[in-house]
């Protein structure tokens, strides 16, 4: 018991630097760690190109190594700074800091996976921490709670509009034939889906007078079907108005994202410090 004081001071002092960016050690930590993403980023988009490869190749992959470990690292400090690891692991800053280091590791079972280490730029995110930006935050738990609402909506119409796409490319199938390139259904829903969503490569375009009919009806469906996700979302949006947050994260789970006034940590209730 004499050692649980300390421990958690020293647990408190780690996390203060680590997870706080409103103290000056805090907000040192989070620039230099921005920092060192941009820097593992560009290493990787450079390894990427031919050229610089041949001639830069090893070095690359050594910087690419050192990033990998520095992050391991401040991963594992992270779990340790909290006084619940696993509810910080499983949220969405746990998850997109284990992928940042995974790829390199999965380089030695799957080759070329090192190139998914571009995912680290989603760490950028905690700029708007960094700079107190907190109406952005704000906005972005805005956003990501519309779209979570409007899901099983999204979900339906999607649904909906795939069994057009099924019906309309069977038609046209059986319209146009494989005369006209439509070979196989499959073939002719890929039409459908081009068509319909106002894309239209130009590979395939029906050559009948029944058959252009059916494409312009299935254009002009098109305008109207991407105008619903749009309408779905927006008033999710009106609906799910929050108030405002602050950067300040819970010391328990790691979790950001409060309303100015909170008192407790609305992911693991513990009171906020």
């Known amino acids: 018991m004499s050692e649980k004081p300390g421990h958690d ?3 408190h002092r780690m996390h203060e630097v680590i997870f706080e960016a409103d103290t000056p050690v805090g907000k040192t930590f989070d620039v230099a760690l921005l920092l060192a993403i941009l820097l593992s980023v560009a290493a990787v988009l450079l390894e990427s190109v031919g050229e610089i490869r041949a001639q830069y190749g090893a070095e690359l992959r050594a910087i690419e190594w050192f990033f990998t470990i520095l992050f391991t690292i401040e991963y594992v400090l992270r779990l340790l700074s909290v006084g619940r690891p696993m509810r910080y692991a499983v949220s969405f800053f746990g998850i997109v800091d284990l992928l940042a280091i995974l790829p390199t590791y999965l380089s030695f ?3 070329g996976s090192q190139s998914l280490l571009v995912i680290r730029a989603l760490r950028l995110l905690r700029v708007f921490r960094v700079l107190k930006l907190a109406h952005f935050l704000g906005e972005a738990h805005l956003l990501y709670a ?3 609402a409007s899901s099983r909506k999204i979900v339906v119409f999607l649904g909906a509009v795939l069994t057009v796409v099924l019906i309309v490319g069977a038609a046209m199938y059986l319209i146009e034939g494989p005369e006209s390139g439509f070979t ?3 073939q002719a829903v890929y039409w459908a889906i081009v068509t319909m969503t106002t894309v239209g490569y130009g590979d395939l375009s029906p050559q009948t007078a029944t058959g252009k009919l059916l494409a312009s009806v299935v ?3 098109g305008y109207g079907i991407i105008a619903v996700p749009t309408g779905i979302v927006s008033v999710e949006i009106a609906s799910s108005l929050r108030s405002a947050t602050h950067t300040q994260s819970c010391t328990e789970c790691g979790g950001e994202g409060h309303a100015i006034d909170a008192r407790y940590c ?3 209730g513990v009171e906020l410090s």
Do not use: F
Request: proline share 6%; charged share 15%; hydrophobic share 55%.
């Open 219 to 221: 254009m002009i469906l």
């Open 146 to 148: 519309a779209l979570r």
């Open 9 to 11: 001071s020293w647990r």
């Open 184 to 186: 196989s259904i499959p």
């Open 109 to 111: 079972v799957i080759a």
């Open 266 to 268: 609305k992911y693991c």
